[in-house]
DNA sequence: CTGAAAGCGCTTACAG
DNA sequence: CTGAAAGCGCTTACAG
């Protein structure tokens, strides 16, 4: 705790209204008054309160961003995308992850109700739409990622998975292959369903009958344990669509330990386009997820909502697309 | 905004006070009025108002996490580190994100100012002793990696590359390396200097003269032009020292794009033991900085700091050490 | 263009 | 074991 308004207000001979009014740019005050107090300002290194600012004000400049863990590669762009949207018109945001864990999850919007944030974006599918309720009832706005409709307080963005799977099947099958695998992300987590519904459609519309299809989770090692699985059987698929690129990048690193050739003898196909995907050798072939975009949408989204008088939420929709990434060594 | 604490107290016939003192568990209560005011915040929904909480006891229950860039994959692991620190004894973490602009670096630096933090970890290079002066002034506790030493309100972590890099060294020598090279961090970042030096001085030590040395950035591309500019070369290195593992997988990257075989023709070495080192193919030979420790010390650090009666920081030591990886295919 | 005053929603000595 | 009251440091109608 440093000086106070008033201190700062005693000095320069005004009232503390003045210096929040020259502070604040919130009225004209006379040029005067203004070179006074902005003198006392910097010789007293004052910085004004933001807690009692948020106390008198009444409403806060506060957002939530809530994740499941920082390490996995998927939100890192997110979490910038939306922190540089806030940002930009001046809102400050608290960053959680759940860390996948029940009670942090509660303690977490406890928190982010008792900070009185605006709205909140949960980008992870660990928080459901009922346990994330207690923010609706608080009057907080929420937006949720592949997760609809939208209603009251509640935004939602959707990532079309379907066109960037439709070309990464348009793609495989120009190749000639005629046997594909799925690896899909874990069986109760909604998004991964999603994504692993498209892939079997998709190539069930083109005469390709998945088999098998795998539900995994997002870990690496996961991804390298459904391909030693597959390898043991005696109709092997020739591509393997994996519903994220760490399952993907798990799955090669199996298949060259088997010693298998990418993609000579399989295809790998993941699904976000992280930034390391290309570090991958061979390069992953990927569907990418415009990750900055979401965090920004999703700000937007509520910032939007959060205008209206009703408060009544929207759907958004991401495209994905499909990136094709060749080995640099074999393009020349 | 929802209700308050006089409305609790309203309808559970007691004082304001007593809400208080039952919600936080600061003195004994009847256990029968607790009943009485836990069933009306209960029915409520009643949440505590943080602002308030914060402006009335004046001291907050926050500390400041500043890094540079989110996407960059030293610091995941960092912000776990000291986020989980911090929540485990009841605090709270504002995480910045520089941006290497120094615009929003004031900006930050005003708003954690504001915000009344009791300490903040700079874990970036991106700002320096000079430029953290302001929140020192403020009397609030900062701690800093490599850089040095501690003083008033200030405390060090210094991560000793040394041992990591001399059982490095002695990896190559062992591997009958003589010619090795060094692609370095930026010139002008503090710990891509030390770090710099600390390979130059061993390599000398084990007389292997480093050539090239070249500075580079933490942008992975620039360790694939630093490489492609090396190959040019008559002389060229067997062995390449790397200031980050982004570097080294560039250069990894531009190696298996000039044809040469790694490790057979040529060896590369990492610095961090990022978590995707693994999965570079061949894996990552680095030496690792722990990382999470690296997160969890530096709040320790601030928090012994901040509770000693002439708050004066402390220097902390943490070690790296060399990770051998083999490509699990060759290990077979 | 500026000030006096009330109020934001809590906490905490002080008193009993 | 509990309450009345002052105070935390701002902001903002209201008034002039």
Chains 1, 2 share one sequence.
């Not at 290194?45 to 939530?64: I, Q």
């Not at 070309?167 to 292959?177: R, S, W």
């Not at 991964?192 to 090692?221: E, H, M, Q, W």
Request: with cysteine; aromatic share 6%; charged share 25%.
């Amino acid at each position: 705790m440093g000086h106070t308004m008033r201190e700062v207000a005693k000095r320069a001979g005004v009232s503390p209204a003045t210096v929040s009014r020259v502070l604040n740019k919130t009225r004209y005050i006379s040029v005067e008054t203004q070179r006074r107090v902005l003198e006392v300002v910097r010789q007293l290194k004052y910085f004004k309160n933001v807690h009692a600012r948020r106390l008198a004000t009444g409403r806060s400049d506060l957002f939530g961003l809530v994740i499941s863990e920082i390490a996995n590669p998927y939100f890192p762009e997110v979490i910038r995308g939306f922190q540089a949207a806030a940002w930009d018109r001046g809102f400050d945001v608290i960053l959680c992850n759940t860390q996948y864990d029940q009670a942090r999850t509660k303690s977490i919007l406890r928190k982010l109700i008792e900070s009185d944030v605006r709205g909140v974006a949960v980008m992870t599918s660990s928080i459901d739409k009922a346990t994330a309720s207690e923010l609706i009832d608080a009057g907080i706005g929420v937006v949720f990622c592949n997760v609809g409709p939208a209603g009251k307080l509640v935004s939602t963005i959707s990532i079309d998975y379907q066109r960037g799977i439709e070309q990464a099947i348009e793609h495989i099958v120009g190749l000639g292959h005629r046997r594909a695998a799925v690896i899909a992300g874990p069986g109760d987590n909604r998004t991964a369903i999603t994504i692993k519904d498209a892939l079997v459609a998709g190539l069930k519309k083109r005469n390709l009958n998945p088999f098998p299809v795998i539900n995994s989770n997002y870990r690496v090692d996961a991804g390298a344990s459904a391909v030693r699985a597959m390898l043991s059987t005696t109709d092997k698929p020739t591509a393997i669509f994996c519903g994220s690129d760490l399952i993907a990048l798990g799955a090669m690193s199996a298949l060259e330990e088997a010693g298998a050739g990418i993609p000579e003898d399989i295809s790998v196909i993941g699904i976000d386009d992280i930034s390391f995907a290309f570090l991958a050798r061979p390069p992953l072939t990927t569907i990418r997820v415009p990750r900055e975009r979401v965090g920004t949408t999703a700000f937007e989204a509520l910032d939007r909502m959060l205008k209206l008088k009703r408060r009544k939420g929207a759907d958004y929709y991401l495209e994905t697309e499909l990136v094709v990434r060749r080995s640099t060594a074999t393009a020349r």
